[in-house]
């Protein structure tokens, strides 16, 4: 399956945004779902994986690795804001999923 994404990046007060469209290969007996860059004019890699195991107790662990690298080089003294913003993105997704299982939740609790 292929799904184009628009994402969007701020630096230093620069902001922008740019499209990427990514093969994404679901694994549901794996419990994985991978992802790798099909096109992007602005990413030159754009590669990872959501990997989910049960945990103890009926919830689960969520495990989430990203490999980005932009067609640019990014300037070393630029790198280190550039990996917070990957970091709060990796966070804001983490997030974004807990309030989609809370829906989901609560959905159902509604239905029964």
């Known amino acids: 399956m292929s799904d184009m994404q628009a994402c969007q990046w701020q630096v230093i007060g620069l902001k922008g945004s740019f499209n990427v469209t990514l093969n994404v290969d679901e694994q549901p007996a794996a419990r994985q779902l991978v992802f790798t860059l099909q096109e992007s004019s602005f990413m030159?890699?754009?590669?990872?994986?959501?990997?989910?195991?049960?945990?103890?107790?009926?919830?689960?662990?969520?495990?989430?690795?990203?490999?980005?690298?932009?067609?640019?080089?990014?300037?070393?003294?630029?790198?280190?804001?550039?990996?917070?913003?990957?970091?709060?993105?990796?966070?804001?997704?983490?997030?974004?999923?807990?309030?989609?299982?809370?829906?989901e939740l609560a959905a159902a609790a509604a239905a029964n």
């Open 44 to 103: 030159r890699d754009f590669e990872g994986r959501w990997q989910i195991d049960p945990a103890p107790g009926g919830g689960c662990y969520i495990e989430h690795i990203l490999a980005v690298k932009p067609v640019m080089s990014i300037p070393p003294y630029i790198a280190p804001y550039t990996a917070s913003i990957f970091k709060q993105q990796v966070g804001n997704l983490l997030q974004d999923l807990e309030h989609a299982i809370n829906r």
